[in-house]
């Protein structure tokens, strides 16, 4: 397992963009499956994005495909989310994930950050 630590998160206008970084440490990720997803008080844990492989291929939820972009620096073991033209719908709790086996559910990741709280203000 690796340990993930989230930041970036804030309260922002609808339209603004956010930056999450996930801090990655305990041992080299570039085998894992990195994701973000998120959770609305109220409602159950949604994939958001997802990178894996040595081509850093990258899928998307379709509620955020082509605002939201996921990208990795290895070097700095770092994770990112990069948000943007945001609406108050992604409001949620973002989570940072990794795992061997990767996927858009939750049981395919068995390291989890703590998470930041994403607030999109109308």
């Known amino acids: 397992q690796v340990q993930l630590v989230e930041s970036g998160g804030g309260l922002v206008q609808a339209g603004d963009s956010l930056r999450l970084s996930c801090a990655v440490s305990g041992r080299s990720f570039s085998s894992y499956a990195m994701a973000w997803f998120r959770q609305a008080p109220g409602k159950e844990r949604e994939f958001v994005a997802l990178?894996?492989?040595?081509?850093?291929?990258?899928w998307y939820a379709d509620s955020v495909a082509g605002r939201f972009a996921i990208s990795r620096d290895i070097a700095k073991n770092l994770v990112y989310l990069q948000m943007n033209s945001l609406k108050p719908e992604d409001t949620a709790a973002y989570y940072c994930?990794?795992?061997?086996?990767?996927?858009?559910?939750?049981?395919?990741?068995?390291?989890w950050g703590q998470g930041t709280q994403v607030t999109v203000s109308s």
């Open positions: 994930a990794a795992g061997l086996y990767g996927g858009q559910g939750v049981t395919g990741y068995d390291s």
């Open positions: 990178i894996r492989g040595s081509g850093a291929r990258t």
